[in-house]
């Protein structure tokens, strides 16, 4: 069994206009997961510093960063920043390079579970619902075209309101793809803008919104979560 979260932090500000890290790991401690998708781990512009402190993570939960970073004070690649709970190996880890009028990424990461490789891709997709066809049709064609086969996670914040939109359908070629439910805006939630992607190999047991009090107030978007059970020899059937 296997906890997969998805959290668009938004920099650490929550709906009180407050930027606040100790409330974001408040949350991420919350959530009990193995592995978590950050988006708007950093800032925008200038050195594109993190909100979170790398040391505060390791301090205060569970969880390593994956090295995605380029600069000395950044956590992840456009915003997006993968935490891995200690005692998971990280075998191998990428930065990708997505279509768009404004600066946007995806990562991967490659990890070893109780004996199992599997592999992470999380990504924040754009507003522009032609930008987001594009950049999915792009990660998909480098993750299955560029990359040794592994059973695939993908996760993060799609910008996508609808679950029968154009660019869901993309994805359902190869995955199956879960909402777990409506988490923006956080204090009263409409929109199910938050997806955890799976392929064939994963089974989703359970999914859901995480919704305390703290989770309310600390970002725009509520975290989602999955337990996922894995069987290996799935993709060949």
């Known amino acids: 069994m296997l906890k997969i979260g998805s959290y668009n ?17 408040k949350v991420i401690g ?3 997961c193995d592995v978590i998708a950050l988006q708007e781990a950093d800032k925008r512009f200038g050195p594109r510093e993190s909100t979170l402190n790398r040391d505060h993570i390791l301090a205060q939960t569970n969880f390593r960063p994956v090295p995605f970073a380029v600069g ?7 915003g997006n920043a993968i935490l891995v709970r200690q005692g998971i190996e990280i075998l191998d880890h990428r930065r990708i390079e997505l279509p768009t009028l404004e600066p946007r990424g995806a990562v991967t990461v490659d990890l070893e579970v109780e004996d199992q490789k599997i592999r992470v891709a999380a990504m924040h997709l754009s507003l522009i619902g ?13 993750l299955h075209e560029g990359l ?10 799609l910008n996508e309101w609808r679950d029968d939109a154009k660019s869901i359908r993309l994805l359902e070629k190869r995955y199956e793809v879960t909402t777990p439910g409506r988490s923006f805006p956080s204090p009263l939630p409409v929109g199910s803008l938050d997806r955890i992607i799976t392929s064939p190999e994963f089974t ?12 309310r107030i600390a ?11 894995l069987e290996p020899a799935g993709h060949l059937a």
Not at 9 to 25: E, Y
Not at 204 to 215: L, M
């Open 9 to 25: 932090i938004q920099k650490s500000i929550g709906v009180d206009a407050r930027r606040r890290p100790d409330r974001t790991l």
């Open 72 to 78: 000395e004070h950044s956590l992840g690649w456009h």
């Open 30 to 32: 919350e959530l009990q």
């Open 130 to 142: 032609h930008f987001r066809k594009k950049q999915i049709s792009s990660l998909m064609h480098q």
């Open 219 to 229: 970002s725009d978007h509520l975290p989602v979560w999955a337990e996922l059970a």
């Open 148 to 157: 040794d086969y592994l059973p695939t996670i993908l996760i993060g914040d």
């Open 204 to 215: 989703v047991q359970k999914a859901g919104v995480h919704k305390s009090k703290t989770a």
